[in-house]
């Protein structure tokens, strides 16, 4: 089972740290590590079967393209769930990158890295080379130049 979920990762699963402004923040950006999984809806009991597994997460219907998604955003559960399952059943595409990149960013949160600007910048530059193909809000310059120091 446990290499079923890898390798199912491996194909439609997202892993992903993302930035955006909170002026109510001493920093001014809040970071919110994530992990995704999407499949169509008639094809859920993957997704529920994932959810069971890692017994974290939330599961949601997308009517935008009929799918149902899994994701997990608390820094605790990918930190104490997630990312040891990773550890021991690694994915074989590039993807993996993105595991070891999440990784670190949520030591660095753990750390409170994400507290303190250069920490904040550190975060956005790893968050960056992440899901090269993904769409970003913020380019890194624009966190960079906006964060008080």
């Given amino acids: 089972m446990p290499s079923y979920i890898s390798g199912y990762f491996d ?3 997202c892993f992903s740290v993302s930035i ?3 002026p109510s923040l001493r920093v001014g950006w809040e970071v919110r590590p994530s992990v995704a999984l999407s ?3 008639d094809r859920r009991e993957v997704v529920d079967l994932v959810h069971a597994y890692f017994l974290c997460g939330t ?4 009517s935008s393209d009929r799918t ?3 994701e997990v955003r608390s820094l605790r559960s990918i930190v104490d769930s997630v990312l040891p399952h990773f550890d021991r059943w690694p994915l074989l595409s590039g993807k993996q990158s993105d595991v070891a990149l999440l990784a670190r960013v949520c030591l660095q949160m753990e750390q409170g890295e ?4 250069q920490g904040l910048i550190e975060i956005a530059r790893l968050a ?3 899901n090269p ?3 970003r809000r913020y380019e890194i310059e624009e966190i960079e130049t906006s964060i008080p120091r």
Avoid: C
């Fill in 39 to 41: 499949q169509n809806a």
């Fill in 68 to 70: 149902v998604k899994w």
């Fill in 114 to 117: 994400h507290l303190r600007p």
């Fill in 133 to 135: 193909s993904g769409i």
């Fill in 20 to 22: 955006s402004p909170r």
């Fill in 11 to 13: 194909g439609e699963g």
């Fill in 59 to 62: 599961i949601r219907r997308d």
């Fill in 128 to 130: 960056s080379t992440m």
